[in-house]
């Protein structure tokens, strides 16, 4: 099938670790690897995802991203992707939301329009971006939802944006 042979809308599954493997890692808590501290106080949930940034010396930065939702259905038209460095999300919101994410070509160079996927995240979910991970950018579905961001700073360009063939996702259908 080529991209222009793809459906107009595109589905949306269940986040789940087994199928965003091959986009980067689910964080959350269920089936972490999770300890007591402060005199068994608090349990600490470790070593969610792996932060990848110190390409061409980048360093880890925590931000917050305030998202609102786009009109239904969602009009998928462009891609970006992180050449130097994993970008991870976490809701800080109890609302889900959506990943829309794709693999590269053969050559690297664009995404593979044939692997683009959605997914629709708890809210106790977030997603780390691996590095160079074709993506939309954020697909919130209330009207006002925050995101911790934890990605990378510093030189060099690490930002691609691509069009692509429309696709639509259409939240309340699925």
Same mark, same amino acid.
């Given at each position: 099938?080529?991209?222009?042979?793809?459906?107009?809308? $595109?589905?949306?599954? !269940? #986040?789940?670790?087994? %199928? +965003?493997? =091959?986009?980067?890692?689910?964080?959350?808590?269920?089936?972490?690897?999770?300890?007591?501290?402060?005199?068994?106080?608090?349990?600490?949930?470790?070593?969610?995802?792996?932060?990848?940034?110190?390409?061409?010396?980048?360093?880890?930065?925590?931000?917050?991203?305030?998202?609102?939702?786009?009109?239904?259905?969602?009009?998928?038209?462009? $891609?970006?992707?992180? !050449? #130097?460095?994993?970008? %991870? +999300?976490? =809701?800080?919101?109890?609302?889900?939301?959506?990943?829309?994410?794709?693999?590269?070509?053969?050559?690297?160079?664009?995404?593979?329009?044939?692997?683009?996927?959605?997914?629709?995240?708890?809210?106790?979910?977030?997603?780390?971006?691996?590095?160079?991970?074709?993506?939309?950018?954020?697909?919130?579905?209330?009207?006002?939802?925050?995101? $911790?961001?934890?990605?990378?700073?510093?030189?060099?360009?690490?930002?691609?944006?691509?069009?692509?063939?429309?696709?639509?996702?259409?939240?309340?259908?699925?």
């Amino acid at each position: 099938m080529n991209n222009l042979d793809l459906p107009p809308s $595109l589905p949306i599954e !269940p #986040l789940t670790r087994e %199928a +965003f493997t =091959p986009f980067g890692e689910v964080i959350e808590t269920e089936g972490a690897h999770a300890f007591p501290i402060n005199q068994g106080t608090t349990t600490r949930f470790h070593d969610l995802c792996r932060v990848d940034v110190s390409d061409e010396g980048g360093k880890a930065i925590l931000s917050i991203f305030r998202g609102t939702p786009r009109p239904h259905p969602i009009e998928i038209k462009m $891609l970006e992707r992180h !050449p #130097l460095g994993s970008q %991870a +999300f976490f =809701p800080l919101n109890p609302e889900p939301w959506l990943a829309v994410v794709a693999l590269s070509t053969p050559d690297g160079a664009a995404p593979d329009l044939n692997s683009l996927r959605c997914f629709r995240a708890n809210p106790q979910q977030g997603v780390n971006y691996a590095k160079g991970v074709w993506h939309h950018p954020l697909l919130c579905l209330a009207p006002r939802q925050d995101f $911790l961001i934890i990605d990378r700073d510093g030189s060099g360009n690490n930002l691609e944006e691509i069009e692509i063939a429309l696709r639509l996702i259409s939240p309340s259908e699925d």
